[in-house]
């Protein structure tokens, strides 16, 4: 009986376990993956590759993605012009001069500077006066939220709109790649922030608390200490990403530009679901319109809800001079056979010609 227990077979996986090369514990979070960055120049025919390796995995069921990743974006040269450093820089003078560069204005700064060059796949250089300018930028955030924590009493609607549009300008922007124009968005609610018209009554703890959680993939050092500094209890990576109220963010009225022949004449506020020929005909009754149109004839007009008007004049028809109505009689008479009389009768909108 014993010898029977141990001669007993183990039981045999199938072969297609077996080969499996992945673990399928964790792939259905990872894969695909969101966005690959490329340094150096990827051809086509590693792309392709690629594909193919994952189609081939996919279709043996190793993987249960079929594509490798969702988004691809080659990375562009990066250059730093230094007054100081000399004209042939070798590996080791540029490894140098990016140490020096930590340590004179913070990760934060060199980070935010690289992400304000343009977008990812440019190539772009940078130098010592860029650099100041953003530690400026960083100084300004922190005045900014230390000389506004626990003075809010409650928030207006002017920073509730702005806080939600921040949200909705930054979450658009980081999907779409464009990070340079996310910091642009974040120095937009800095400067509302800074500015003598924004109270410091207004601001409350929770749109600092939003505005924090929104810098730090940008400059997570300053966003740490803020956040220390309000005295937080939680950390920062424990909060969510904050959503946006589309209420606030696409008001339900909206200011129309209203142009005439290319030129700005005057603005007009109506709901962004209003029907087009009543964004006209409001367009066309307002009086400084009016007055800018005269008794010219309106050619068409164009409307695009939420934005703008665009009103074009028509073309006024020249009236023919005297000179062309007897240039043109002149002709006819040569044009007449010798013996008969050239017709003569005016020419509608003009007078009778003269002999030449």
Same mark, same amino acid.
């Given at each position: =009986? ?56 996919? =279709? $043996? ?31 080791? #003078?540029?490894?140098?001069?990016? =140490? ?16 304000? *060059? ?12 860029? *650099?100041? %300018? ?23 609607? $002017?920073? *509730? ?12 922007? *980081? ?10 968005? &974040? ?22 608390? #939003?505005?924090?959680?929104? &810098? %730090? ?8 200490? &803020? ?40 603005? !007009? ?9 009543? &964004? ?32 074009? !004049?028509?073309? $006024? ?7 062309? $109505? ?8 040569? %044009? ?21």
């Amino acid at each position: =009986m014993e010898a029977s227990q141990e001669e007993e077979p183990e039981e045999q996986t199938p072969s297609r376990e077996r080969l499996k090369p992945f673990s399928s514990k964790g792939l259905d979070k990872t894969l695909p993956v969101d966005v690959v960055f490329s340094g150096a120049r990827v051809s086509p025919k590693e792309l392709i590759g690629i594909r193919c390796i994952t189609k081939f995995l996919y =279709m $043996n069921r190793h993987i249960p993605s079929f594509e490798p990743f969702r988004s691809f974006c080659q990375v562009g040269t990066l250059s730093f012009d230094s007054k100081d450093a000399p004209e042939d820089q070798g590996s080791e #003078t540029l490894a140098a001069s990016s =140490m020096e560069l930590l340590g004179k204005f913070g990760a934060d700064a060199l980070r935010i500077q690289l992400l304000c *060059l343009g977008p990812a796949d440019n190539s772009a250089s940078f130098d010592d006066d860029s *650099l100041y %300018k953003v530690r400026r930028f960083l100084e300004k955030i922190w005045r900014a939220v230390c000389g506004r924590i626990g003075q809010g009493r409650f928030v207006s609607r $002017n920073v *509730l709109v702005a806080k939600h549009r921040l949200i909705f300008d930054v979450s658009k922007r *980081l999907e779409e790649l464009k990070f340079h124009t996310a910091i642009s968005a &974040l120095r937009e609610f800095v400067n509302f922030l800074a500015s003598p018209k924004t109270t410091l009554e207004e601001v409350d703890t929770s749109t600092l608390k #939003t505005f924090l959680v929104v &810098l %730090k993939p940008f400059a997570p050092h300053l966003a740490f200490e &803020l956040w220390e500094r309000m005295g937080n209890e939680d950390t920062i990576d424990d909060s969510p990403w904050p959503e946006y109220s589309k209420e606030l963010v696409e008001p339900p009225e909206r200011e129309h530009a209203v142009f005439v022949n290319g030129q700005m004449v005057d603005r !007009l506020t109506e709901s962004v679901e209003l029907d087009p020929k009543k &964004l006209e005909s409001r367009a066309l009754a307002l009086e400084s319109v009016r007055e800018f149109i005269g008794r010219r004839k309106v050619g068409r007009v164009e409307v695009v809800p939420g934005r703008l008007i665009w009103i074009c !004049l028509g073309k $006024n028809k020249p009236v023919k001079g005297k000179q062309e $109505n007897a240039a043109e009689g002149a002709a006819a008479a040569s %044009k007449t056979p010798a013996g008969e009389e050239p017709a003569q009768g005016k020419a509608e909108g003009s007078e009778k010609p003269e002999n030449p």
